[in-house]
């Protein structure tokens, strides 16, 4: 393996055509620069300069080493700041996972500032619900992850940012006669068959939609089950029931449905950034970019 003191040198010597110069440059005498290079020839197994007591010039090998050895040289000098931006977390990747209805608010602005920021740092999206999240959390595929939940309803372990905080809003097919009311009753929508969730992709808000229902005395009427707040809305236009959306989710205008907000102490939706405790450097940096946006 070539070290790369004598390939320092090699390109002093191969830059300047003359040892006395090179010397100088290197901050050393000549004979030590002459014996460095010999040994590096000695290496190599062949001549890389020839010399006349009046010159020196490279060979066919010096003049094919010159190149390769500067780039080398190159790429070395960029290794500790490079190392230094890792371990600082401006250079690196960070895989974030987020929920559908985060799409609709503000993460696609704070992604597009975090880039122009932290340009060094890779960004790999990936849209998951919060079950798959913590799979990709357990296994070690996932840094950092946006999940909604009930109020309190964060799992333990994590470190967690709130970023928003709206009610849920009923989601009704246009055509419905529900939907020509400005002030729909709290009794007429919790009678209303329902689109929703399965329990496990946002267990706390599956939870408090129940507990909403039951306070009033409603047995909820579940028709049918859809994971993506997209497939849910669709699902609504097509007159198979409404829906209980965050109220993020009106961003989402879709032909055939109707968004109404209702009166009273309805749910609240959370949505937060989690980490783990003992995440990267580059989560951190994430981490504090959208904090920072949010105080603005």
């Known amino acids: 393996m070539i070290e790369l003191r004598p390939l320092r040198q090699f390109v002093a010597v191969a830059e300047e055509l003359h040892f006395g110069r090179a010397a100088t440059r290197l901050h050393m005498t000549q004979p030590p620069l002459t014996q460095a290079i010999q040994g590096l020839e000695r290496e190599f197994g062949a001549l890389l300069f020839e010399r006349t007591r009046r010159s020196v010039a490279l060979t066919a090998a010096g003049l094919a080493l010159l190149p390769q050895a500067q780039r080398l040289l190159a ?3 960029l290794l500790a700041p490079l190392v230094r931006a890792a371990a600082e977390g401006r250079r690196g990747r960070l895989r974030l996972g987020f929920v559908s209805t985060v799409g609709y608010g503000e993460m696609p602005r704070w992604l597009r500032g975090f880039r122009a920021a932290q340009p060094d740092i890779e960004l790999q999206l990936r849209e998951a619900t919060w079950d798959v999240q913590l799979q990709a959390f357990a296994s070690g595929d996932m840094d950092a992850g946006f999940a909604i939940h009930a109020p309190g309803g964060v799992p333990p372990g994590f470190e967690v940012l709130r970023v928003s905080s709206e009610p849920m809003v009923l989601a009704l097919s246009s055509d419905h006669p529900l939907a020509a009311q400005d002030d729909i009753p709290l009794q007429a929508a919790l009678a209303l068959p329902l689109v929703m ?25 579940i028709e049918q089950e859809a994971i993506q707040m997209q497939t849910i809305v669709n699902l609504v ?8 959306v ?15 907000r209702l009166r009273g102490d309805v749910p609240l939706c959370e949505t937060s950034l989690l980490w783990a405790r003992n995440a990267a450097p580059t989560v951190q940096h994430f981490a504090a970019h959208v904090r920072a946006q949010l105080s603005k």
């Open 237 to 244: 236009s097509a007159g198979m029931g409404a829906a209980w």
């Open 75 to 77: 790429d070395a000098e």
């Open 197 to 221: 969730y399965p329990r496990e992709i946002a267990p706390s808000l599956f939870d408090a939609m129940l507990s909403f229902y039951s306070a009033h005395r409603v047995t909820p009427q």
């Open 246 to 260: 965050p109220e993020a989710v009106m961003g989402l205008q879709r032909p055939g449905v109707s968004y109404k």
